[in-house]
């Protein structure tokens, strides 16, 4: 059973919009969250983080929204842009010095 | 240095041979990870090291042997191993810092192909 859920494979957005990258999680103990991205070829990078004593972090241009009570978080780039194409991968875990569990990822595309 | 290196880059070997790859931080992290990633999938855990000491092992199979010989160096020696064992291999550390962010830093990975 998955305990982190990224239900769009897939994404494409037009260069200068708003992308918005959803994760469901099912473990109510997760209280610390955390987005990647991925280009091919090269390991996740750490893009940004959220504990559940927040419900929102930013970061320049990304966004992270926590809705505890819907066990969703959302990942938002303003604005969109080619060089931001990769995987995005959701991590969660339950706690300081608890491991992660990651979402199957999004593949981002940012078109020109 | 907020980097962590992982050699080699690529490697292929043969079910017989016994190889290892190597991982290095010199960020002062005391937590280092191997995970196992095949194509289209998300990383999939299989040893934590915390302060040198081995304290996750998730049901990797004895092919696999990791060794932290110190606080910066993460090895994993591999020997016998099968066709499907081919994937990306990364290696992450962590601070562990008490109440900071643990956010895990990846290296680039090593694509293993076993022929």
């Known amino acids: 059973d998955q305990q982190v859920k990224q239900n769009s494979p897939s994404l494409s957005v037009q260069e200068g919009r708003i992308s918005i990258l959803n994760c469901d999680y099912t473990n109510s103990m997760f209280d610390y969250f955390l987005w990647y991205k991925k280009y091919p070829a090269e390991g996740p990078t750490f893009l940004i983080s959220i504990s559940s004593i927040k419900d929102k972090n930013e970061d320049g241009r990304f966004t992270v929204f926590l809705n505890k009570s819907a066990k969703h978080l959302s990942l938002h780039i303003v604005p969109s842009q080619p060089g931001d194409s990769a995987v995005y991968f959701c991590?969660?875990?339950?706690?300081?010095?608890?491991?992660?569990?990651f979402g199957p990822g999004t593949r981002l595309s940012v078109l020109p | 240095d907020t980097e962590v290196t992982q050699t080699p880059k690529h490697l292929v070997m043969g079910m017989t041979n016994k190889k290892s790859l190597k991982c290095e931080q010199h960020m002062g992290h005391r937590a280092m990870y191997w995970y196992k990633q095949k194509a289209k999938k998300p990383p999939e855990l299989m040893f934590v090291y915390s302060y040198e000491k081995l304290s996750i092992n998730e049901s990797v199979p004895s092919r696999f042997s990791p060794e932290c010989p110190n606080s910066s160096l993460l090895n994993l020696h591999l020997h016998a191993l099968q066709p499907e064992d081919s994937a990306l291999y990364l290696c992450a550390s962590s601070s562990l810092m008490a109440g900071g962010l643990d956010e895990q830093f990846f290296g680039p990975g090593t694509r293993l192909t076993v022929l």
């Open positions: 991590a969660a875990s339950a706690g300081y010095g608890q491991n992660f569990v």
